[in-house]
């Protein structure tokens, strides 16, 4: 595998058609503000459920005997601890299990973050995988939280426990920075990462709106002046024309203007433009065509 | 900007009020540009993946037709090839861009995760559990062997020195039994609590703590296995040291009656999962060919299919040991449930194949 950029975020994969996607892998501030939305979703719907038993339980006054008596009430109450132990260990356990084997692999803090986890490299995403590395977020995030509690329960050395607890965090927090795809414990054993999942509109096809009509109007460039540049110049140029904001285009057109050195009429800067960037494109589409690639400006 | 915004507001009415096919071939043959044409001819298809994808992504499967379902694939793929082509014969960075995006969002979907939880469920009953199991191989009899030392070793502690039970056994699962203890007591520990009322409760609080442990056994196997072994060794103590104090006073058929009961399972259980975190801990310390991470990933994800079972086995166990055993007031029942769970589990494991073939989602090609 070849060497990449120590600090790089950009990753390719290969579909199994053989084509090459990029992907990039999420910040490590969105994957911990997507965990902690998770967290505070979590506790939001242990503390709803809690509240909805005790409320169903008829918010009476429980005592130690009415749980262990074998009155009706009794049987009521024991069947709603249950429950409440059930749910609580759903919701520990299962949220994030249930939302990451969903089709958007993402848990509802992840999808407010936009990020998703994936399969490492080309392998597909299974539910094994899924599974493991949610089993071992247990021992990551609430083992620690387990032992502080444990420890005041039991009224033994709290500040020690205490201590301990935050190493243990720390070690399995610090983990994702000194690997190179930001790993965690559960991603190294599920054999998964987290990615970006970005979306986005499909703008219009610039050879189609408005301006086909227009480029006829003035301007046809020459061979020589279309040569000036490559396709970094191209994209650049495609990004200020879909912005379409007046004084990015004021500038570039001048800036065009005085490279190829071709005046444009007051106020046709927008059509100098567009005109331009066909040409140019068709110009270097149609070398592509032939195997020929000009990268920028600077190339041959 | 008037007389440039005309057409395109033209060209959008009259795509409404013509069919959306022909305004594309329309638009396409307006186009200047090649790859342009290339785009707005094939645009239609990639905006119906998008549109599919879209509504799979909101978990809505059950408004989309069954045409798109079967197109999704195909559409799939024709964004894919399109990708590829526009690569080498366009230089629209945007249609490139959200082709990427496009692509890899269906990608996901149809190379997801194949079979959602209820479908894994029905083949992991039906033998993917097993062969999972079947998989750790040798790490479960090391686990087994783990579990034996570490019983043996409580045993002969206690019996050397028994001040040693104090440290073994936590202070809370003490109370009355302790060495010194009178044959009476360490008899009404065992038999007489069918009354007792509160055992659901117990039950689900048994195994919400079992399964915590069983999972931190496996867990903590990425750590090269020593701590999962520790915590079998650790637990199977505690087991020594209960058998001594009730071989003292003459009860073992007794306790161990009273331990089969739920034990067969709950052992069985922890040691499946010590053995999961072993099954880890030995793909990493000894990965052979394969690189560090693969071999992690691919242990990982063939002891978590054994995980969801240990829970499962837990929860049996949980039951078991809140109800049958408090309900069952006698040896001879006891020891009876407990065999018969053990030989249970072993045939389901080791015996019964099912029609799994080899149980790893990754074996099975549609």
Known sequence: ?300 | MSETAAPTLLGRLGGWFSPAASADIAAAEDAALRSDRFRLEREGEWKRLEAIVTRIERGRLRGISDEDLLALPALYRTAVSSLAVARETSLDAETLAWLEVLTRRAWFIVYGPRAGLGDWLLRFFGGGWGASVRALGHDILIALALMVAGTVAGWLLVASDPDWYYALIPAGMADARVPGASRAVLMGTLFGQQNQSGLGMFAAALFSNNAQVSILAFALGFAFGLPSALLLIQNTTMLGALLWLYHGQGLTIEIIGWLAVHGTTELFAILLAGAAGLHIGRAMAFPGDAAVLDAAAAAGRRSAQVMVGVVLMLIVAGLLEGFARQLINNTAGRLIVGVFMLVFWTGYFFVWRGNAGDGTSEGVQP
């Open chain 1, 1 to 300: 595998m070849a060497r990449r950029e120590p600090r790089s975020r950009d990753r390719m994969v290969i579909t199994p058609e053989g084509v090459t996607l990029p992907i990039v892998l999420a910040a490590h501030g969105a994957r911990a503000a997507a965990l902690l939305l998770d967290l505070a979703m979590i506790g939001a719907a242990i503390i709803v459920t809690t509240l909805t038993l005790i409320w169903i339980a008829g918010g009476v006054a429980v005592a130690e005997s009415d749980l262990q008596g074998g009155t009706a009430k009794s049987h009521a109450l024991q069947a709603i601890v249950v429950l409440w132990i059930v749910a609580m260990f759903l919701f520990r356990n299962a949220w994030f299990l249930f939302f990451e084997l969903g089709p958007r692999g993402a848990t509802p803090g992840k999808r407010i973050a936009g990020i998703r986890i994936a399969a490492r490299g080309t392998e597909r995403l299974t539910t094994e995988a899924v599974i493991a590395r949610n089993i071992v977020r247990d021992i990551e995030l609430f083992m620690p939280v387990v032992f502080i509690g444990g420890a005041f329960a039991a009224g033994s050395d709290a500040d020690l426990a205490g201590w301990a607890g935050a190493i243990w965090f720390a070690i399995f927090m610090l983990f994702p920075f000194f690997n190179r795809d930001a790993l965690r414990c559960g991603d190294v054993i599920a054999g998964t990462w987290v990615i970006e999942a970005p979306r986005r509109k499909l703008g219009h096809a610039l050879s189609v709106s408005a301006p086909v009509a227009a480029a006829e109007q003035a301007f046809t460039f020459t061979p020589e002046e279309l040569a000036v540049y490559g396709e970094y110049e191209l994209q650049t140029l495609e990004r200020v024309l879909r912005d379409g904001r007046g004084p990015a285009l004021d500038d570039v057109a001048d800036a065009i203007s005085r490279k190829i050195g071709r005046p444009y009429p007051y106020r046709a800067e927008r059509v100098f433009l567009e005109s331009y960037y066909l040409q140019l494109r068709a110009r270097l589409e149609q070398g592509l065509r032939l195997g020929r690639r000009k990268a920028d400006k600077h190339a041959a």
